[in-house]
């Protein structure tokens, strides 16, 4: 009897098949029920929230500062609203909620900022999971402001899409339709003003939706009136001094009134590149902003020069006068969000240009002008030499390098030879995405291609690049450096844990480009931000950068050797040996004087022409370590706080 009984059993699948069925039965009668009768299994939460909630996704703190404004707006219209961390918010608290109010940016890949990530992931896996119903978020109103650039394509906005999309899946009831913000359109500023007014409006009862005025809106969502949270704003003064990321950078803006003094960057509906937002961010850290699209800066080696305390790398390398050198850019947007970027991405993005374009012969005009003003500023500056402050009120050099891309500007071979009739020599870095524009670049003092990585993977988790056809372009960049006549220069920055192990595939680039010098630097650390996660750990030493450099000129095959070095920049200069070593002596400084007759007599010119001998101090092994004995070498006693000048 009891084989019997067993053999009557239904089978494991079969029984475990009955009981998924059973269950889903279950779940689709309990779902049509809620919908034909709301109150029978509506979420009734226990302690519904008397406050609306504020939530933000933002990586560096610039969502954090527009969801920071809509709070101060809403409080001073008495609603009273939580600004949340979402890393410090329970989404299993939704359900609980009445109102909640989005402001989101997209990171990479479409994905939300890491701050934002556990929150989607709940939204998400609660959106598709069957057993939670459609009816979940049934209490609740929400509305999402996103901030993206239309640079990244098929991702713009993706994350503010996203986090709407499973709301409505979960429930909620959106109050507006999702409003996408643009940064590259450049008024971002005045969009989110007007959505903050919308919802404003909506929650006080201005305006009407499909159910009817929101007047009572208020009452029934649980929102109670407050007078006592309408002053608050320390919280969000204090929101503003955060850094900007170039997915959300519209949050940083000064005041409307600024805004509109300045008509949102626009004219004959062409808008400028620099909005208010990106100039404030930028003046903060010393540029002075020029026209509508580029800047300048004193750079700390000038300084230095101008107080005989040595100059930069090129000073070692190719001879120049760093007290007489201008660091500028007639473009400061960019193709990249390179991870090591020490602006802090504070400057525009994009993949072509769409901007305001700016005369050269006024760029140039007012470089030199806001130049000239921060070198005069340095007299009285204790050990300033009288002959170099004189000396550095006529520069002799322009650094193409400060932020952005140079290249992107339309009109930089005007710019180029503007700056050559002036006897100022260019030294122009690109960052490999355009080849085009490399190719029909006039002859250049010295052209740099920024090569960050040396294969596709390591490059997009450097660089970061605007172009899903980035590493093609990044090819074609170095094969039209190699059709240059005049100097040509890989820049390498080295990162630890990054880079610096591809030793093998950096060789192989050698012959893509066949540049004549090789910058290796080690990457320099500019503290932490939430767009860059690199540490001390990740910077070479200069022992590191030396053994890098010798283990790639070996890798050459006697094509290229190490020939000088600036060990204070951590910075070493490879060499075509047939080029620049000449009886035994390297020839890597520059006749400044000679380039520019050769640019004058319109005759075509290489490389070879304009070579200059290089002192025994900048050579690589010297004792000076490349430090200009001419100079005063100050060093920094660090365990007590005290400095010293040595000859």
């Not at 959106?127 to 049934?138: C, H, K, M, P, Q």
């Not at 602006?343 to 005009?365: A, C, Y």
């Not at 290249?407 to 960052?431: C, G, K």
Request: contains cysteine; charged residues 25%; hydrophobic residues 35%.
């Amino acid at each position: 009897m009891v084989d019997v009984a067993l053999a009557s059993l239904p089978s494991p699948r079969l029984a475990l098949f009955a009981f998924l069925s059973a269950t889903s039965l279950y779940f689709l009668w309990k779902s049509r029920r809620c919908r034909l009768h709301p109150s029978v299994s509506s979420p009734k939460p226990t302690n519904p929230s008397p406050r609306g909630k504020i939530l933000y996704a933002s990586s560096t703190g610039t969502s954090r500062s527009l969801a920071g404004r809509l709070s101060a707006r809403l409080r001073s219209h008495g609603l009273p609203f939580d600004l949340v961390d979402p890393r410090r918010y329970e989404p299993e608290d939704l359900p609980k909620e009445n109102v909640v109010l989005i402001v989101a940016s997209t990171w990479e890949d479409g994905r939300p900022p890491p701050d934002a990530q556990f929150l989607s992931r709940w939204l998400a896996e609660s959106a598709a999971d069957f057993r939670v119903g459609s009816l979940l978020l049934a209490r609740c109103r929400f509305a999402v402001f996103g901030v993206g650039s239309r640079s990244y394509g098929d991702s713009f906005n993706a994350a503010a899409k996203d986090f709407s999309k499973w709301m409505t899946a979960l429930g909620a009831s959106e109050m507006l339709p999702l409003w996408e913000g643009d940064v590259d359109s450049g008024d971002v500023d005045d969009l989110f003003e007007s959505w903050c007014l919308r919802i404003v409006g909506l929650l006080k009862g201005d305006s009407v939706a499909e159910d009817g005025h929101f007047d009572s809106m208020v009452e029934s969502n649980g929102l109670e009136v407050s007078d006592e949270d309408t002053d608050e704003e320390t919280e969000v003064e204090d929101l503003e001094s955060a850094v900007v990321d170039m997915e959300d950078i519209a949050g940083k803006a000064p005041s409307r009134k600024l805004a509109v003094a300045l008509t949102n960057g626009r004219e004959n509906g062409v808008r400028d590149m620099v909005t208010p937002v990106i100039r404030t961010n930028l003046e903060k850290q010393g540029y002075k902003i020029i026209g509508s699209h580029s800047g300048v800066k004193l750079c700390r080696w000038t300084k230095s020069q101008l107080r005989g305390r040595g100059g930069c790398y090129k000073h070692s390398f190719y001879g120049i006068e760093s007290h007489r050198c201008m660091e500028a850019t007639p473009s400061l947007a960019c193709a990249n969000k390179c991870v090591f970027c020490w602006r802090h991405h504070t400057n525009p993005v994009g993949k072509s240009w769409q901007w305001k374009m700016d005369d050269p012969l006024e760029i140039v005009d007012a470089a030199v002008s806001e130049h000239t003003k921060m070198i005069k500023q340095m007299k009285g500056v204790p050990g300033v030499k009288t002959e170099r402050l004189s000396e550095g009120l006529s520069p002799r050099h322009c650094a193409l390098s400060l932020v952005g891309e140079p290249i992107m500007y339309p009109e930089i071979n005007a710019l180029v030879d503007e700056l050559h009739r002036r006897h100022i020599s260019t030294f122009l870095v690109t960052n490999a995405q355009f080849p085009d524009r490399i190719r029909m670049l006039k002859p250049i003092t010295q052209l740099y291609v920024s090569v960050d990585a040396a294969t596709k993977d390591s490059l997009k988790a450097i660089d970061r690049p605007l172009f899903g056809d980035f590493w093609e372009r990044f090819l074609d960049s170095l094969k039209a450096l190699r059709d240059k006549e005049q100097r040509t220069v890989y820049r390498l920055t080295l990162v630890n844990g990054w880079n610096a192990e591809d030793l093998d595939a950096y060789a192989n680039l050698l012959s893509v480009g066949k540049p004549d010098l090789i910058e290796i630097k080690g990457v320099t650390y500019c503290g932490s931000s939430a767009t860059s996660k690199l540490t001390m750990d990740n910077v070479p030493w200069h022992s590191d950068v030396k053994a890098f450099s010798e283990a790639l000129a070996r890798k050459s095959s006697g094509e290229y050797e190490v020939a000088c070095e600036h060990a204070h920049s951590c910075c070493v200069l490879l060499a075509k040996v047939d080029r620049f070593k000449i009886n035994g002596e390297w020839h890597t400084w520059i006749d400044y004087e000679r380039f520019h007759e050769l640019v004058v007599s319109g005759k075509p010119f290489r490389t070879e022409d304009y070579m200059a001998r290089t002192p025994s101090w900048a050579i690589y092994g010297a004792e000076e370590g490349g430090f200009d004995p001419d100079q005063s070498r100050y060093k920094k006693e660090r365990r007590h706080g005290t400095a010293s000048l040595q000859n």
